[in-house]
């Protein structure tokens, strides 16, 4: 009976494992060519529309795909809006009042459904979003491989098990990655928070009552940098915006300069300066002309494809924000 089991639970995961490829093989960067031949340059417009208005978006818009994909595989189900009996994504703890870029999803996808409707599904919109608002920034570029449907299931508690939290020390960072199929690397390259904004509260208790001892602040903080912030978020305060480098709007390295000289935000960013298996690729990707920006769009092209929804899976939702 055991091996019984164990020969049927090996089959049920190579079958998983078997859908998963036949998905990603149904990508393609040429998807729309025929049914939406415009549709990346509409994109292209829209985005440099919402550039234009509102320059700091980059970051918001990068991590929207970021925390679709690991919740359920990218299949825009972070975008559901919660009804009055189900609590979706969009209100779990890592996401609610913290994820922006919302109304501009919802503005690509009117322009997309205006030229094409019906044709270009929402998880596909937030991955070209992703690459197009990253070389805004002046980071990299990557091909966006196309195909994505977009899923009918959302819920808040998966994606508070799943998503990985700013207090999580490295151990649990590639537990974390690993579930979806990122390794080490892909780690250090993606949750890397080399532009953007945080709340005060992921860092008060580095500031003020850091393993749980009050008044203690973490030593692996550099002290000038435990100062400032402390003048920025007071006791309590969840709610002040804070930059999570110098460069906010910029993508660049000057994250990784930062994290070894001990001036990373979070746990997790401290993290890859303290311990010895991360601070070389740290260090190395601080340095000029370090493969960085390839490292990254490298581990894009592979985040882009955890447990996408192809074929007859899923739909393509006429409003990202509401299921047909």
């Known amino acids: 009976m055991a091996f019984s089991r164990a020969w049927l ?21 040429t998807f729309y060519s025929k049914s939406c031949p415009a549709a990346l340059s509409i994109v292209s417009k829209q985005v440099n529309s919402i550039f234009a208005a509102n320059p700091n978006l980059a970051g918001g818009l990068q991590r929207l795909h970021f925390h679709d994909c690991f919740v359920r595989g990218c299949d825009a189900s972070v975008l559901l809006v919660s009804s009055s009996s189900t609590n979706q994504e969009i209100d779990a703890p890592p996401n609610k009042n913290s994820l922006r870029g919302f109304q501009q999803i919802d503005q690509v996808k ?3 459904e205006a030229a094409c409707p019906g044709v270009v599904s929402c998880a596909d919109i937030l991955a070209i ?14 091909p966006v491989l196309l195909g994505r449907r977009d899923g009918t299931v959302s819920l808040a508690s998966e994606a508070l098990a799943a998503l990985p939290s700013p207090s999580m020390n490295l151990g649990q960072l590639i537990q974390n990655f690993a579930a979806v199929g990122l390794n080490a690397s892909d780690m250090i390259v993606l949750s890397a928070h080399t532009f953007g904004r945080a709340h005060c509260g992921p860092i008060l208790n580095r500031l003020y009552n850091f393993n749980g001892v009050h008044g203690q602040i973490d030593a692996s903080m550099d002290s000038s940098l435990a100062a400032n912030l402390k003048k920025q978020c007071p006791p309590n305060d969840v709610t002040t915006i804070i930059t999570m480098d110098s460069s906010p709007n910029v993508f660049d390295r000057t994250y990784f300069k930062q994290v070894i000289a001990r001036g990373g935000l979070f746990t997790s960013d401290a993290v890859l300066a303290t311990d010895s298996r991360t601070l070389a690729q740290a260090t190395r990707l601080a340095q ?10 490298a581990a894009m092209v592979k985040m ?18 509401v299921k047909n």
């Open 110 to 112: 009117s322009a997309l």
């Open 304 to 321: 882009s494809k955890i447990h996408v929804l192809t074929g007859s899976q899923g739909e393509i939702r006429k409003k990202c924000s």
């Open 288 to 297: 000029p002309g370090s493969s960085f920006f390839e490292d990254f769009a």
């Open 9 to 29: 639970s090996s089959v049920a995961i190579l079958a998983l494992l078997s859908l998963v490829a036949v998905g990603q093989a149904q990508l393609s960067t």
């Open 129 to 142: 979003v992703a690459r197009d608002a990253t070389v805004k920034a002046g980071g990299p570029t990557w």
